[in-house]
Structures are given as structure tokens and as C-alpha cells.
């Protein structure tokens, strides 16, 4: 049999009537642009995530933007960034003039740590972005204290970690800002784009709310050069729908992660094993295999889908060759986008297409 790497029709199915129905509602009331529906989305984000407060933009990108904005960053500036992490995590930089500075992640976590970023801050380091990649947290406490101590805000990138916690902290809470996606595809995701940023900054929060409406508090008095960047009312509908069903979709991606942990034996494949400060809650279950290409055709050959996230380190990215630094300078970035395959993980995965894909890398 086959078996999707993701399905989103699955979840939508059944979601159906109930989005339907919430944008019939939004739909009737003229309640297209930030609204009501937007305002509610915004405080049960924001209970869910463990934050006072919420504010939601138009995708995950321009969260990034907005919350560079709001710290000043500027032609300069430093930023250091992941290598191994979506493209999106490097703009918090370069949208705004900065320079993103690439750094090494763990390859156990795949996450930015302490020591890492220690070894490529300098005088000029005007923000430190962490990214919680595939949804699990970076270890946050050496982190943090780095930040402290050198006076340097941590911005974190919780676009694949929504409801993800770090020694029972939540994910988004612990810096400067957080910032969060609601692509389709996320654990959370929308029927279309979608973002939103968290903060115990009230003043930072401020900031976001204005530069996301072209920089107007006052309707046609523009105190700041903004953006285009409101949340639709059609998405934060939808949103609320599915936050309803995050915690047991959470549940069951971890479910899902024990059975692969446990039925894939293979002294060759590194599997994401829980973190000591947390589990992940599992965006993606990726594993390392020296031979990825080979087992990833294997695996297409077998009936089952799987993705290459991600097939290259930022600093290897044509856009950002000038940057710097030289490949092979940050070896574990390298090796695991060299080595990494991601297997399907999604709530609605049967337990006969689990044991299929167990069997399938078994017997590569």
C-alpha cells in the first residue's frame, strides 16, 4: 500500500462543516481584515501558548520582519541565525539590512545551542534567533543566559512548535518575542496564510500591532513606515476551529513518533529521541542516514512519501554565498541536511500505514 507523506484532505474532511459553518459567520458579518474573529483568535492563541498576549499577522515570515523591526535591527547589525533551519529564520536579517551569521546546530536536536552561538557572536550581534525546528525546543536555559550577560534579545522561531514547552516553559515565551506560522502544513496550520507573534514585551507587541496596518494606530495617520500585514478574518475563523484540536493532534504525533522509535531497528539510522527539558511535538520525524538518497528511493519505490527537510545548509544557498562562512566551516549544519529524511507524521496516519513505513526502512 502507499502512504502519504501528508494528507491534508484527511483533517479537513471532517473539519468541513465546522470551518464552513465559522465562515458562513465571518463571511455574512463583513469580517474580512483583522475583526472580531481575528481579536478571538488572538487571546485563545494566546491561552494556548501560555502568553498574555497575541498578535496575529498576515504569515510566519512577516512575524519575523516585524519583530526585527521592533528591536531596531538595521544595516550593521549582526544576526545570528541557524544554519540547518527554514529559509524564512535568515530574513529576520536580511529583510531589514542586517547581516544573518550563520552558526552550527547539535545534530541530535538539529537545534542552535549555547556553545554554538557563542563561537560566531560578536560586537556586532544585535539579535540571536533560535529556532525550535521540527518541534523541539533548543536548549534554552545556556541560551538565555548568553543572552543576558552579553545584552543581546533572543528572538524565538516557533513556526514548526506550537505547544511545544521547554522544562514546562512554553516555546515563544522565554525571549524577546516569538513568533509562530500557521501554514497549511504546520501542526496548527490554515486554509491558507497565517502568523502571529508573542511577547511579555508590551511595548514590543505595540510595535508589531502598528507596523502590521502600514504603520497606523490613527486610521489615515501613519506614525511609522509599515506593512501590509494583517491577519484575514476567513483564516483566524478556520484557526479557531482547528486550535480546538491541537492538544490531542499533539498527543497523537507523538504517538505516532514512539511507534517509529520503537519499531525501526537499523544500526545505520538516527532517529529523534526526546530531549531531556522536553519532547518534541514533532513537525516532522526526521532521521539521518548515511545513504539518504538511496533509502529515500527505496522507501518512493515502496509506496511511501517522505521529503527532504532541509536538502541544504543556508550558508550553502545560492543567495547567501557571499555571506559566508566557506562549506565545510559549520559540519554538523552540513551533514545533517546531507544525511536527513523526513517520514510521514500526521494525525490521521493509520496504524497499518505506521507499520508500513516501519517495515519499508526496515527492510532497506
Wanted: net charge negative; hydrophobic share 40%.
Amino acid at each position: 500500500m502507499s502512504v502519504p507523506f501528508l494528507d491534508l484532505s484527511r483533517s479537513h474532511r471532517w473539519l468541513r462543516d465546522d470551518i464552513l459553518a465559522r465562515f458562513a459567520e465571518t463571511y455574512d458579518a463583513g469580517r474580512f481584515c483583522l475583526g472580531a474573529d481575528v481579536s478571538a483568535f488572538e487571546g485563545e492563541f494566546a491561552k494556548a501558548s501560555g502568553c498574555a498576549d497575541a498578535v496575529g499577522v498576515s504569515n510566519g515570515t512577516a512575524a519575523l520582519h516585524l519583530v526585527a523591526r521592533a528591536h531596531d535591527l538595521g544595516p550593521g547589525d549582526e544576526v545570528v541565525v541557524p544554519a540547518f533551519t527554514f529559509i524564512a529564520s535568515a530574513w529576520t536579517a536580511s529583510y531589514v539590512g542586517a547581516k544573518p551569521v550563520f552558526c552550527d546546530v547539535d545534530p541530535v536536536t538539529f537545534n542552535v545551542t549555547a556553545e554554538s552561538i557563542a563561537a560566531v557572536v560578536t560586537e556586532k550581534t544585535k539579535a540571536i534567533v533560535v529556532v525550535h525546528l521540527f518541534g523541539q525546543a533548543a536548549d534554552m536555559d545556556p541560551i538565555l543566559k548568553l543572552g543576558a550577560e552579553r545584552g543581546i534579545p533572543i528572538i524565538e522561531d516557533c513556526a514548526q512548535a506550537h505547544l511545544s514547552t521547554y522544562r514546562g516553559r512554553p516555546v515563544g515565551t522565554m525571549g524577546a518575542a516569538g513568533t509562530f506560522s500557521f501554514y497549511p502544513t504546520k501542526n496548527l496550520g490554515g486554509v491558507g496564510e497565517g502568523g502571529a507573534v508573542v511577547s511579555t514585551n508590551d511595548a514590543v507587541l505595540e510595535k508589531v500591532r502598528l507596523l502590521r496596518v502600514h504603520g497606523s494606530g490613527v486610521r489615515y495617520q501613519h506614525d511609522d513606515v509599515g506593512y501590509n500585514y494583517r491577519m484575514e478574518g476567513l483564516q483566524a475563523a478556520a484557526l479557531s476551529v482547528k486550535l480546538a484540536h491541537l492538544e490531542s493532534w499533539t498527543a497523537r504525533r507523538r504517538e505516532i513518533a514512539a511507534r517509529y522509535r520503537d519499531g525501526i531497528k537499523r544500526d545505520d539510522t538516527t532517529l529523534p529521541q526526546p530531549a531531556e527539558w522536553g519532547d518534541s511535538v514533532y513537525h516532522q520525524f526526521t532521521i539521518l542516514h548515511p545513504e539518504r538518497d538511496r533509502l529515500r528511493a527505496d522507501l518512493t519505490n515502496k509506496g511511501i512519501g517522505t521529503d527532504l527537510i532541509y536538502p541544504r545548509a543556508l550558508h550553502e544557498q545560492p543567495c547567501y554565498r557571499e555571506v559566508g562562512p566557506a562549506v565545510g566551516a559549520l559540519p554538523g549544519a552540513e551533514k545533517t541536511a546531507r544525511d536527513c529524511l523526513s517520514l510521514p507524521i500526521f494525525p490521521e496516519l493509520t496504524e497499518t500505514e505506521i507499520d508500513e513505513v516501519i517495515e519499508a526502512v526496515n527492510s532497506f
